[in-house]
């Protein structure tokens, strides 16, 4: 029979390792990465670009949240004070996995209350989103 003491103490340990998992997913720092290079960051992935794609439209007053939707899995955010630093691009003909194209002239913060934060290094990077398996083509949405 368990006791109200051993639930408790359940709760704590549990409690302990989620700060011990967000402890390890701590802001990461990416120092250098080279054209073809990809980083994700939950469903969200950054790809390193030599160039803005032939055609891509500059977004006009971009919103910081890289995933479209509501929930908590969709705020992959750009930290407010690296926006200055930053400018969006819409790509032609993008399909439901093509996320914007972010051209960055300094490095930047992208935000997440559970995949941990990232810095990533000035460049050009194409985002996109992991795919979900299914009949139909669309985005995972955590």
């Known amino acids: 029979m368990v006791t109200e003491t051993q639930d408790v103490i359940k709760v ?3 409690v302990q390792q ?3 998992f967000r402890a ?3 802001t990461e720092r990416y120092g250098t990465l080279s054209i073809g290079d990809w980083h994700a960051q939950g469903d969200v992935m950054f790809k390193r670009i030599e160039k ?3 055609g891509s439209e500059l977004v006009k007053n971009p919103k910081p949240q ?5 929930t908590r899995g969709s705020r992959h955010i750009v930290a407010e004070e ?3 630093h930053l ?3 819409a790509i032609p003909k993008k399909t439901p ?4 194209v972010v051209e960055a002239d300094a490095q930047w913060e992208v935000t997440h209350p559970d995949h941990g934060h990232v810095i990533i290094p000035k460049g050009i990077y194409q985002i996109r989103y992991q795919r979900q398996y299914a009949k139909v083509l669309k985005r995972v949405r955590d």
């Open 12 to 14: 704590i340990q549990k």
């Open 18 to 20: 989620e700060a011990q």
């Open 24 to 26: 390890k997913r701590a």
């Open 52 to 54: 803005v794609p032939e």
């Open 66 to 70: 890289l995933a479209p939707g509501n």
């Open 82 to 84: 690296h926006m200055a």
């Open 87 to 89: 400018k969006f691009y």
């Open 97 to 100: 996995l093509d996320g914007p």
